[in-house]
Each structure stands twice: as structure tokens, then as C-alpha cells.
């Protein structure tokens, strides 16, 4: 594999979970922001962290494809030093955004912790976030596993094969198939993109679904919450 395929297939899958965690996490901070503001603003704070972490994966990629990359992107990146340098807004806000997109799920739990501490029945609330937090997480874990994502090591990116690799090769010639694709790819060059995109697609898809049957065994084991059933009686 070129170095180009090889950095698109190590950052393509972050760049595509994170633009449609950031997608979501937006649009649930603004739904949430007139009923509590607070929860409203930690969501669109992940939100724009997650943006970050995407934008660093677009830049590491683009770098390794092309150093001469990172050249050009450094006017910009001491625009944005002297920047913070001068305002203490800008600084406050870029060390916000750097902690959020470094420490994602830490913040995720904080932000449940503030939907928790606004409502009306904490221990439901509490139970509620708990539970589907845990599948989402576990989720998560086991799809960067059967992927093969790559993960972070002393603040190195490491790629890692799928979990079932030898399996997929015995059962279809996998090894060859890579190959053909990635000889393909070298002539139509959206293919690179797509085997890390639905990666990525993949594991936001498993990390949506492991929320949402948390969640599920949370209405199952507690009830509906309180909230659905007022809307449903005002609607009704």
C-alpha cells in the first residue's frame, strides 16, 4: 500500500466518525438549550471538539501524503498562536476546545452528569445515563477491535488489523481482494476514501446503536421516563 492509501485508511475513519458525532452532538445541544442551557453548551462544546479531532486527522493525512503540507499550514497555525497570545478570550477558548478533544468521553460523562443534576428525578436520570453510557462505551470498544481502528499510544497513532482478519482471508482470499482494491484506487482516487469512510460510518453507527440499547434496557428495567410520558400527555 502507498504511504498516501496507508494515511487515508489510518485517519479516514476518525475523520468520518467525528463528522457525524459532531452532526449529532450540535443538534442535541441545541435542542436542549432553552430547557438546560448548561447541558445545551456542554453538547455543542463536543460538538466543536469532535470538529477538532477531525481537522486533525484531515491534517495528519494530509501531511503524510504530502509533507510539504505542513509548510503551508503553518501561517496559518501562528496566526492563530499570536492570537491567543494577544486575547484572553481566544486562549480560554482554544484550551477548552484542546481539553474536549483530547478527553472526549471524560466530557461526554461530565456533560451526563449536568443532564443528571438538571432533572427532576436524579436517581431515574441517573440510572438512565448510566446504563447507556455503559453499552455505548462497550460498544464502541468492540467495533474499533473487529475494524481494526487505529489507536493512540504515547501520542502516536498505531494502526492495527481487523479482529477477524485471518478468518475474512480464509473465507474469501481477503489479502487479494485488498490488494486489487488498492490497485484500483490508484486510478480512481474517491476509492481511497471509502473503505476508511464507512469504517468510520461503521463504529459512530455502533456507538449510536450501543447508546440506544442502553438505553432500551433502561426503559424496559425502569419504565419510560418521566419526560416522554408528559409529552405524550400533551400531545394526547
Known amino acids: 500500500m502507498s504511504t498516501g492509501l496507508a494515511a487515508l485508511a489510518l485517519f479516514t475513519p476518525a475523520i468520518a466518525s467525528n463528522a457525524i458525532f459532531s452532526v449529532r452532538r450540535a443538534s442535541r445541544g441545541v435542542d436542549a438549550i432553552d430547557e438546560n442551557p448548561i447541558y445545551g453548551l456542554a453538547n455543542l462544546n ?6 477538532l479531532k477531525g ?6 493525512a494530509a501531511i503524510i501524503s504530502n509533507p510539504e503540507f505542513e509548510q503551508t499550514t503553518k ?8 492570537l491567543s497570545k494577544t486575547s484572553k478570550v481566544a486562549n480560554g477558548f482554544s484550551k477548552v476546545l484542546n481539553f474536549t ?3 472526549i468521553n471524560p466530557v461526554i460523562c461530565v456533560t ?3 443532564k443528571v443534576l438538571g432533572s427532576e428525578d436524579k436517581v431515574d436520570t441517573l440510572a438512565r445515563e448510566s446504563l447507556a453510557l455503559t453499552t455505548m462505551f462497550g460498544a464502541e470498544a468492540a467495533a474499533k477491535s473487529i475494524l481494526g481502528l487505529p489507536y493512540t499510544k504515547n501520542g502516536k497513532t498505531i494502526a492495527r488489523s481487523p479482529l477477524f482478519e485471518k478468518q475474512l482471508n480464509a473465507m474469501c482470499d481477503y489479502q487479494n481482494l485488498k490488494q486489487a482494491f488498492n490497485h484500483r484506487a490508484q486510478t480512481c482516487k474517491w476509492l481511497k476514501y471509502a473503505p476508511g469512510a464507512a469504517k468510520g460510518l461503521l463504529f459512530a453507527l455502533a456507538s449510536i446503536a450501543g447508546y440506544k440499547v442502553g438505553a432500551g434496557i433502561a426503559n424496559r428495567v425502569l419504565g419510560e421516563p418521566k419526560e416522554t410520558k408528559k409529552t405524550e400527555e400533551k400531545t394526547n
Do not use: D, L, Y
Open 46 to 51: 463536543i460538538a466543536a471538539g469532535q470538529i
Open 55 to 60: 481537522g486533525r486527522a484531515v491534517k495528519a
Open 75 to 82: 501561517g496559518a497555525a501562528e496566526v492563530i498562536k499570536n
Open 101 to 103: 478533544a483530547n478527553n
Open 112 to 114: 451526563s452528569g449536568i
